[in-house]
């Protein structure tokens, strides 16, 4: 048996998403999916595809129209100076291409430099590549950006990469583009990789703009960038996304990866990559002016129905609510506040919602909620908030019973 996979834990969300399905008509606030339908462009692309038998075999990288579109994409839209689309891998999901590249890149013992608070997923692939995953925190105060002598003060000798997300889930947190330089002269400086994910590229609100660190002077050389479909088009349940580097032989061994898990990604999928991309992208700037109205919508709910229990800032990007719990709110010593909270919020007010200690240490006293649900969704759970916290005297575990 596999016994370094014993170390590797399941995301709470897991334990999450157990407990909703015994809820009545519950508030789905907890999972990072958008309430959107995939744009025409891409479900005629499926249905063409399907109509025309593309349900065989296919290159194990990718459709090679597909792969030019993309390198297309990344060049004009991310700056990056892609040579050739062999440089660009399709892959099943962002997920996916964290696994890729933690297998191909890490060997055991190497250290991984994370945001602290991250997406479980990326700790949990770092440790099924027998490697070590090395938290950093994300200040709040700094509007949940890394203190970048911190960061740099985290490095140690065993320290293979840094992996960055930005826009970031869970907090919203967006790096600057003087963050992103400093990041960049520090990978150089110390000779590392730098893992860029960008799922969320196309999320940002009030005019915050995204920088893909492989577009910096001497940056793509040692950059691994991560993308998907599954934000920017809808595409959750699809799984599609991609990834890109110019290293040769880091990606002859990512393809050997892919191949052993999956031979090729979906064909259907694949072609309705490539509707996406050859169609209007009038929809991506459309979910993104409604996801900045529904996060404006949740935040004024959060200050009228949760009794002021649950503060922050919103975010710049991403599409979930990280938001601090008053460390009063009663709970039992010892435990951890943010799943008595979320264990309150879901059985007593129906809400899904994440605990922030599922996303490390310097998560703990957070919660998260994702607001790219529908507005009467969104609008339904806060009722449900207030009903249950609008008295914050009655809000605590014993009050439950």
């Known amino acids: 048996m ?3 996979l014993d170390v590797v834990p399941f995301s709470g969300i897991i334990r999450i998403r157990d407990m909703m399905y015994s809820i009545d008509n519950p508030f789905r606030l907890d999972q990072g ?5 995939a744009p025409e462009t891409v479900k005629a692309a499926m249905r063409r595809a399907i109509d025309e038998n593309k349900s065989h075999y296919l290159q194990t990288t990718g459709v090679p129209r597909l792969l030019d579109l993309l390198a297309a994409k990344l060049r004009r839209a991310n700056g990056i100076p892609v040579g050739h689309s062999d440089e660009v891998m399709v892959t099943t ?9 933690c297998q191909a890149l890490l060997e055991p013992g190497d250290e991984v430099i994370l945001p602290d608070p991250t997406w479980p997923p990326c700790a949990g692939n770092v440790l099924a590549a027998q490697a070590r995953p090395v938290g950093c925190p994300l200040h709040e105060s700094l509007d949940w950006r890394f203190d970048l002598d911190e960061l740099e003060s985290s490095i140690t000798p065993a320290t293979r990469a840094i992996y960055v997300n930005s826009p970031h889930n869970p907090t919203g947190g967006i790096l600057t583009r003087a963050d992103v330089e400093r990041i960049a002269a520090i990978v150089r400086e110390r000779n590392l990789w730098l893992i860029s994910d960008e799922a969320y590229e196309d999320v940002v609100f009030d005019g915050a703009g995204h920088v893909s660190p492989a577009s910096l002077p001497g940056m793509y050389e040692r950059t691994i960038s991560i993308y998907t479909f599954s934000k920017s088009y809808a595409m959750t349940g699809l799984r599609l996304g991609y ?8 990606r002859e061994r990512i393809k050997k990866v892919l191949f052993y898990t999956c031979s090729n990604v979906t064909s259907i999928v694949q072609f309705g990559g490539i509707g996406a991309l050859e169609g209007s992208q009038d929809s991506v700037a459309q979910f993104r002016d409604e996801l900045q109205a529904r996060r404006n919508l949740f935040y004024d709910g959060i200050r009228t129905h949760a009794g002021g229990l649950l503060t922050g800032a919103p975010p710049r990007g991403a599409f979930y609510a990280f938001l601090r719990i008053d460390p009063a709110w009663p709970h039992e ?8 909270l979320a264990e309150q919020l879901i059985s007593r007010a129906r809400i899904g919602c994440v605990p ?9 006293g957070y919660i998260r909620f994702c607001f790219a649900r529908d507005r009467r969704e969104l609008s339904g759970a806060l009722e449900s908030m207030g009903r249950v916290f609008g008295q914050r005297a009655v809000s605590g575990p014993a009050a439950a019973s």
């Open 2 to 4: 596999g016994k370094h």
């Open 33 to 37: 999916d958008v309430s959107f339908d």
């Open 93 to 101: 999901g962002g997920i996916h291409a964290v696994y890729l590249i």
């Open 243 to 250: 990834l890109v580097t110019p290293d040769a032989a880091l």
């Open 333 to 340: 010593r010892g435990t951890s506040l943010s799943w008595a």
């Open 356 to 364: 922030g200690a599922d996303f490390g240490p310097h998560g703990e």
